[in-house]
């Protein structure tokens, strides 16, 4: 689709939003009482915190909840299914590049080979306003080296470049154009001089990054299981399975499916969040785990989002460089350290004369 | 779909054969499924998990599924009644390679609730047993009592277009038969690795102990099938705990020839 740059002037900012607001549900950052930022959903337009930064949260809770009721059921005599899945429209307002090629990795997940209707019909009712980063990446922020951000490409529906008075107003698909429609009188053409503007943002922001990730020769390492157990079991062995780099992850996916009883007596099918770091996730009812060790567990999660295979199958890997993965984890089990760490530590594995090759 | 248990028979002091029939008998008609596929069963009130299908594939009235009692489902579906209703999706995942056995030797072996997943192959190689060269199954079991379809085994053995080998870890007064784990019938049997294939479904230790006897003894890779087994929860490749490497188990699998397995990492000997 053709790319059509506008300007949103901030001035017209709480009138567009708060159009928004009566077509769709807004989801935003929003600053909680003890001055920290969250994306929740947002009761009015004043309520979006445009200057956020970043948050530690990301908004995957909104297409993929913590806890999703699939469909309830009745024990009686006769068996009745009730489908319980009833999105309703909403708009993600000021997400991140990141997160947004996040959703997009899920989106790819959950549509083949087999569609998920759940995520699928979230999805499909979620418009993502994406707003580029333009302030300082912080300290563990790696998109640039994840080829998502710090602005994007593709994969938004609409995305927003700050240029101080003004948004450079970008429509990125067919759901991006409906939603800005009926507010399309608000938008101003762009000038050149906005599209250089953004330009030279988008240099900047290419040079501000602290943490890099030099992802290519772990990638290899991990495709080919070259990576000795002593190595993983020597990262596992600091790893406390709180399981918040998965929780914390944009990308990642998996759940586990549970009958919940209601008060009523009737039962909920619900799926939850589940992560890759608990041994009971591989555990067998008889007992039997094939991955018995932290060292095993670790090793999943990164052959998940590095190996080619994986990359083959999703269309890229499994990591957006959002940094969150180093934020949360109390020992620095973050994908850069560990990547960092094969690298150095296959370096000794290697035999002399590859060594000498590598430096 | 809901499908009603019409039949409970009792296997082992913890394992139990429910024969089951869809409710909707349009339904019954179109069900299709392959020896070595699976099915996710909802026991009502407490939950769902994968059970593989254990009778015949020709009989198109009900199909059967064995259950050993273990977790929260095993456990409330272990108290279901005659005529109680459960809820079936599927069927899921791949199926022994039968076809492509046609003309050779076969060679089962299996240990426990391991026959299960094999009864219907067993069932469909005997149903076309001109098809197939010489038939051969090694049966191991923990007693005498954890023999899984002693009624079929006991039937199987006086078949003469068959010959069964069966073991048990430890006897009773009773058992005249070899006390051992199931690689020590090997020694009892001739079969010609070259023109042979396996099939393997038991616990992981013994799928591996199988599987490097089979290899030295000339078995090629891709004639090592086994079935293997994860933990699950959605049947579709979505949910993430089946997977092993980037392959989904429950779409993918569960059935893997050695040459396959020795791909994914996890399940390399």
């Given at each position: ?32 009482f ?17 200057d ?24 009686d ?34 549509s ?47 995305q ?40 030279q ?11 890099v ?30 399981g ?56 999943r ?9 994986y ?49 | ?49 994968p ?5 015949d ?9 064995t ?8 456990r ?69 009592a ?44 001739k ?7 396996a099939?393997?479904?038991g ?11 089979l ?36 779409t ?18």
């Open positions: 689709m053709k790319k059509d740059y506008s300007i949103l002037k901030k001035s017209d900012v709480p009138a567009f939003f708060a159009s928004l607001a009566n077509e769709m549900q807004l989801i935003g950052p929003k600053q909680l003890a001055g920290d930022v969250t994306f929740d959903v947002i009761q009015s337009h004043k309520d979006i915190y445009w956020y930064g970043h948050v530690v949260y990301p908004p995957k809770r909104f297409l993929l909840p913590h806890f999703e009721d699939m469909f309830r059921y009745t024990c005599e006769q068996i009745k299914i009730e489908p319980t899945c009833n999105p309703q429209p909403q708009a993600i307002v000021a997400i991140r590049s990141c997160d947004v090629a996040a959703i997009r990795f899920q989106e790819n997940f959950f083949y080979p087999i569609v998920d209707p759940y995520y699928k019909e979230r999805l499909n009712n979620t418009v993502l306003f994406n707003l580029v980063c333009n302030t300082p990446p912080k300290e563990e922020c790696f998109c640039i080296c994840c080829d998502s951000g710090p602005w994007l490409e593709s994969g938004f529906d609409v927003l470049t700050d240029l101080g008075d003004r948004f450079l107003y970008e429509v990125g698909s067919d759901k991006g154009e409906k939603a800005t429609e009926p507010r399309a009188y608000m938008l101003l053409p762009a000038t050149p001089a906005d599209i250089e503007a953004r330009r943002i988008e240099l900047q922001a290419d040079s501000r990054f602290q943490t990730s030099y992802l290519a020769k772990a990638i290899n390492f991990i495709s080919a299981d070259e990576v000795p157990a002593k190595i993983w079991e020597d990262l596992g062995s600091t790893c406390f399975r709180c918040a780099c998965t929780n914390l992850c944009p990308v990642c996916t998996c759940f586990t499916v549970d009958d919940r009883e209601e008060p009523d007596g009737t039962f909920t099918r619900c799926r939850s969040w589940d992560s890759c770091q608990y041994a009971g996730f591989t555990r067998e009812a008889s007992g039997h785990n094939p991955r018995p060790t932290f060292g095993s567990r670790v090793a999660r990164f052959y998940h989002k590095t190996s080619y295979q990359i083959i199958r999703d269309g890229r890997h499994g990591c957006v460089g959002c940094g969150r993965c180093i934020t949360a984890c109390l020992t620095k089990l973050g994908l850069p350290d560990v990547v960092k760490r094969i690298r150095r530590e296959m370096h000794e594995f290697l035999p002399p004369k590859e060594k000498a090759a590598e430096v | 779909m809901i499908a009603i248990v019409q039949e409970i028979i009792d296997e082992t002091p913890d394992t139990k054969t429910f024969r089951l029939a869809f409710e909707d008998k349009e339904y019954a008609k179109s069900f299709e499924w392959e020896p070595g596929q699976f099915v996710e069963v909802t026991v009502f009130g407490a939950g769902e998990a059970i593989g299908f254990a009778s594939p020709n009989e198109r009235s009900f199909f059967e599924l259950v050993v009692e273990r977790g929260k489902v095993t409330a579906m272990h108290a279901l009644k005659k005529g109680e209703k459960v809820g079936i999706r599927g069927p899921f995942g791949n199926c022994w390679p039968l076809e492509d056995m046609k003309g050779k030797d076969v060679l089962i072996v299996s240990g426990g609730c391991g026959l299960a997943p094999l009864r219907p192959a067993i069932l469909q190689i005997l149903a076309n047993r001109k098809e197939y060269g010489n038939f051969l199954l090694l049966y191991g079991a923990r007693t005498p954890d023999r899984n379809y002693k009624y079929d085994l006991d039937a199987w053995a006086k078949r003469d277009d068959m010959q069964v080998l069966e073991t048990v870890d430890v006897g009773d007064e009773n058992w005249k038969g070899n006390v051992g784990v199931v690689t020590t019938l090997f020694d009892k049997m079969v010609d690795g070259e023109n042979t294939v099939l393997t479904c616990p992981p230790i013994m799928i591996k102990f199988v599987t490097l006897e290899l030295k003894m000339g078995f090629s890779e891709d004639r090592i099938v086994t079935s293997q087994e994860r933990y699950m929860k959605c049947g579709v490749g979505k949910c993430g705990h089946c997977c092993i490497n980037h392959v989904y188990l429950c993918e699998g569960p059935v893997f020839t050695y040459a396959q397995m020795k791909e994914l990492f996890e399940l390399k000997l």
